[in-house]
């Protein structure tokens, strides 16, 4: 009986063992990934991202982007940002390959930030010696909010963040 009750014990311990190892889904997290893909010409733009949410915040002093700050430009693993062809972003070289996608917000000057080091988590690791490209964009105001930060990709090579009530494009060709 003391034998049945241990191999009991051991198996319940191995099997919870394996649940805490196994990587939890990322659909549950507070802020989802979502991915958005669209060909633009030849190339292919796609762009990989956490979503967080607003939920009564404010953007800037609860919630970033903070001014001045470098931002993943999402939540969780920084924002993937990869074209399959050499693109022009805002008339700019961009080389085919994937970046981190990182912004600094400065009231309505935005910069946008396509950096090398594409594989990491949120922006600790971020160094701009690793830029391959800076753009400099202005932001719009939005008349209704978008409570999830989202990425839209239009066929013309607009690509257009959303977030609060703040509008940023920039341009892909």
Not at 25 to 45: E, M, N, Y
Not at 75 to 93: H, L, P, R, Y
């Amino acid at each position: 009986m003391k034998y049945l009750f241990s191999l009991s014990l051991f198996s319940l311990f191995i099997i919870a063992s394996f649940s805490a190892c196994a990587q939890k889904d990322k659909s549950k997290r507070p802020s989802p990934p979502a991915l958005v893909t669209q060909k633009v010409g030849d190339a292919t733009i796609s762009i990989d991202y956490s979503q967080p949410s607003i939920k009564g915040r404010t953007i800037g002093k609860d919630l970033e982007p903070m001014p001045g700050k470098v931002w993943r430009t999402g939540a969780n693993e920084a924002t993937v940002f990869e074209v399959d062809k050499d693109v022009m972003v805002e008339g700019k070289v961009l080389p085919k390959g994937k970046y981190g996608l990182f912004t600094i917000q400065n009231g309505d000057d935005w910069t946008i930030i396509f950096n090398k080091t594409w594989d990491q988590w949120g922006a600790f690791k971020y160094s701009d010696a690793d830029d391959a490209l800076r753009v400099n964009v202005k932001a719009k105001k939005q008349e209704a909010s978008t409570e999830k930060m989202t990425f839209a990709i239009s066929a013309a090579g607009v690509v257009t963040l959303l977030w609060g009530n703040i509008e940023v494009d920039f341009t892909v060709k």
